[in-house]
C-alpha cells in the first residue's frame, strides 16, 4: 500500500465528508489521480468509523469542516430547488407529450402538481378559525358507530 499525497487524502476525506461511499470513493479516486486504492484504505480516512479514530486531526478538522458545509448548503444542489425540479418535470412532459406517451405525460403532470402543492414537504398547514368565522373551535362530539354512551341512553 503505497503513501498517498495530500492532494489525494484531501480528495478522500471531503467525499466521504459529502456522503460518498468507500467504493464511489475507490472508483473516482482511480479516473481522478489514475491511482488504485482500496476501500479499507479510504475507510481509514473517515473519522467516523472505527477505521478512522486514528485519523490525523488535519484530516478530522477538513472532514468535520466538509460535512457541516455540505448539509447547510443544499441550495447549491439544483434538484433541492422547486423551481429547478418543475423546468426538469415540464421539460418531460413536454418531450413525453410529444413522443405521444400520454401515460408518462399524466404521470409527469401528477408529479408536478403535487411538487406545487408541497406532496413531498414535511409542512403542515393548521386552520386557526371555526366554520363561523371566529377564532374559537366549536366543540365537536365524535360518535363511535357501535359503541354504546356510558348513560345508555342513544346519542
Known amino acids: 500500500m503505497a503513501a498517498l499525497k495530500n492532494e489525494v487524502k484531501a480528495y478522500i ?3 466521504l465528508a459529502c456522503f460518498d461511499s468507500p467504493s464511489q470513493v475507490v472508483e473516482a479516486v482511480q479516473v481522478e489521480f ?8 479510504v475507510e481509514a480516512y473517515d473519522p467516523t468509523k472505527a477505521s478512522g479514530k486514528a485519523l490525523a486531526s488535519r ?26 425540479r418543475l423546468r426538469v418535470l415540464d421539460r418531460m412532459a413536454t418531450k413525453a407529450e410529444s413522443m405521444k ?4 405525460t399524466a404521470q409527469l403532470m401528477e408529479q408536478a402538481a403535487k ?18 368565522g371566529t377564532m374559537t373551535p366549536r366543540p365537536t362530539t365524535i360518535r363511535l358507530v357501535g ?9
Open 13 to 15: 476525506v471531503q467525499s
Open 34 to 41: 489514475k491511482l488504485k486504492i482500496t476501500r479499507q484504505q
Open 59 to 84: 484530516w478530522v478538522d477538513m472532514f468535520n469542516a466538509t460535512r457541516a458545509r455540505f448539509q447547510n448548503e443544499i441550495a447549491d444542489i439544483p434538484i433541492a430547488n422547486k423551481a429547478y
Open 101 to 104: 406517451n400520454l401515460a408518462m
Open 115 to 132: 411538487e406545487v402543492g408541497d406532496a413531498y414537504s414535511n409542512k403542515q398547514k393548521v386552520e386557526h378559525t371555526s366554520p363561523d
Open 147 to 155: 359503541v354504546e354512551p356510558k348513560d345508555g341512553k342513544p346519542g
